[in-house]
Each structure stands twice: as C-alpha cells, then as structure tokens.
C-alpha cells in the first residue's frame, strides 16, 4: 500500500530565509508525487507534481522539491520564505496516474513565517 | 486550469437531517472522482471513490449507507450525509482527476457541514 509520511507537524521561519517541509513516501513501482497548499477554510491549492523526468521539479509562487528515489523523498523547498508562505502543506502520493486513482495525502506540515 | 465547483460551501443542519453536497467539474470531464474527510488540522481522508454510472468504492471503516454517493453524469458527482448527527461534523473536500493530461488532482474548495 502507498503511503506518505510528513514528519514534521510545523516548520518556522523567519522571512526571507529559506524553507523545507520534509515528505517520505512509500509505494510500489513509480511514484506520482504531490505538494498541495491549503488556507484556513479552503480547499487544496496545486504547488507542483513530480510524474518523470528531471528531479527538481519547479512550481507555483516560487517554490520547488527534489526528488529522490534512493531516498524516498520529496522534499518541498522555497529559497526566501515570504509571510504570506504561512499555510498548511500537503504531499500526496499516487502509485500511477490513472484518473481512477486517489491520491494519498501525509498528515500535513503547518508553515509558519514570521516577519 | 481545470475548476472544481463544490457547493454549498457551508451548510448547518440539525441532527437527524440529510444533508447534499455537490460538487461539479466545470471544464472537463471526470469520469472518477473522490471524495475526503478533513478534520480540524489534520489530513485529507479518503472516504470513497465515486464512479460515473456505477456504485461508489468506499474506503474500509466508511459507512455507505451514512454516506451516499452518486456520480450521475461526468460532470457531476454528488455526496449525501443521511441522518446526520454532530460527529459528521466536518470539511468534506471533493477532487477529480482529468482524463487527459498528466494525472493532476483538481480540488473543489471543500464543504463544512456543521451538524447541531
């Protein structure tokens, strides 16, 4: 079974420093890997995917993740971290990219940035 | 990009009632789509997997007769919380993914239901 693990459940940084939010994952075969965002009452904002290719994967609002098959991560990186950065982040795993199958989020990491 | 309609954002209800929550794909096709369960600061839980013209796929420890599904057309796929009591309090978040394309999960911005 494929599973995503986040260790961390909150990560603080002073703005303009950069940022990491861990993410492990386990699956059998490709992994297809995810960074959502989400704001306080809101639903899941797409940051960037992994599917193939080049393991640094660039995506939204400048932030980017390496992935890493030896070490079965993907971690979700921002060179200067900005107030409005602070949110709670998902990684998701899915073992293919079938339409009929789910992803499976990690529990979430809370960013905080502070000014 | 691809939207994801979810409606009614927020809904309060007295226990006992039923309560549906839509949730539409506004420029595309889905032929699958899944609906989660968020409680407060945690994850997205996967409750079930709604096919377009078929029964639901529900995910172990889900009660299908408390939660029912329906994906009537490729569009649209609706979730019913029936004889709601104050534990099914919650965020309820649908997703599709596009047929085509790269397998990306399009989210609709979630439902609070809050059950009295």
């Known amino acids: 079974a494929q599973s995503v693990a986040q260790p961390e459940d909150q990560v603080n940084v002073a703005e303009g420093n950069p940022l990491t939010v861990k993410c492990t994952y386990s699956v059998s075969g490709n992994p297809y890997l995810f960074w959502y965002v989400q704001y306080p009452n809101r639903g899941l904002q797409f940051l960037l995917k992994y599917i193939t290719g080049d393991n640094l994967v660039k995506g939204s609002y400048g932030f980017e993740a390496e992935f890493n098959k030896s070490q079965t991560s993907f971690h979700l990186k921002k060179p200067s971290a900005l107030v409005s950065d602070s949110a709670l982040y998902f990684c998701a795993v899915s073992a293919d990219r079938e339409p009929r199958t789910a992803l499976i989020f990690g529990k979430g990491t809370t960013l905080s940035v502070s000014s | 990009g691809a939207v994801v309609s979810q409606h009614p954002s927020w809904v309060i209800c007295k226990s006992g009632t039923s309560v549906k929550i839509e949730c539409r794909s506004l420029d595309f096709q889905a032929t699958t789509m899944f609906w989660y369960r968020q409680f407060p600061k945690q994850s997205l839980m996967l409750m079930a997997t709604?096919?377009?013209?078929?029964?639901?796929?529900?995910e172990q420890g889900v009660e299908k007769d408390k939660f029912l599904i329906n994906h009537a057309s490729l569009t649209l796929s609706t979730l019913t919380v029936t004889s709601a009591h104050p534990e099914d309090s919650s965020f309820y978040i649908c997703s599709a993914r596009a047929v085509a394309g790269t397998g990306e999960l399009f989210f609709g911005e979630g439902s609070r239901l809050t059950v009295l």
């Open positions: 709604s096919n377009e013209g078929s029964k639901a796929t529900y």
